[in-house]
């Protein structure tokens, strides 16, 4: 997959806009808008994209350069691996749970306060 499908996959599958892409990374949100229907962009502005979205989504670097590689992320027991987890591995994955319901929670408002804002300034 390139670069362009890559990031768009990213964003669809962690429910990213680019409104807050854009706020997030400083690249604005035109030149995000550009890219995705198939202009090109320079690598660090690519490179800015896919670090602020594993910001606020984390695991969306990952993600990308999964895509981008073409190797889908392995599927995983996640049943065997939690029944002989530590407390402490419980632990760190109770807080990066609590952690991405927090960042997709937040990009949600973001998204809805927009929406909501865009609605009034065109009353």
């Known amino acids: 997959m390139n670069q362009r499908d890559s990031l768009r996959e990213t964003m669809r ?3 990213l806009k680019a409104s ?3 706020r997030a990374s400083g ?3 035109r030149q995000i808008s550009l890219f995705l229907s198939g202009k090109d962009i320079r690598s660090d502005t690519l490179l800015k ?3 602020a979205a594993d910001k606020i989504a984390p695991g969306a670097r990952t993600y990308f350069c999964s ?3 073409g190797e889908p992320l392995a599927d995983t027991n ?3 691996l939690i029944s002989t987890a530590s407390v402490s591995d419980i632990e760190e994955v109770m807080k990066a749970l609590t952690d991405r319901w927090t ?3 937040r990009s949600e408002e973001i ?3 927009t929406d909501r804002d865009l609605v009034s300034l065109s009353a």
């Open 13 to 15: 599958q962690f429910r």
């Open 20 to 22: 807050v892409l854009s």
């Open 27 to 29: 690249v604005q949100e």
């Open 49 to 51: 994209l896919v670090v």
């Open 67 to 69: 895509q981008l590689a």
């Open 78 to 80: 996640w049943r065997a």
């Open 103 to 105: 960042c997709l929670s």
């Open 111 to 113: 998204s809805q306060t």
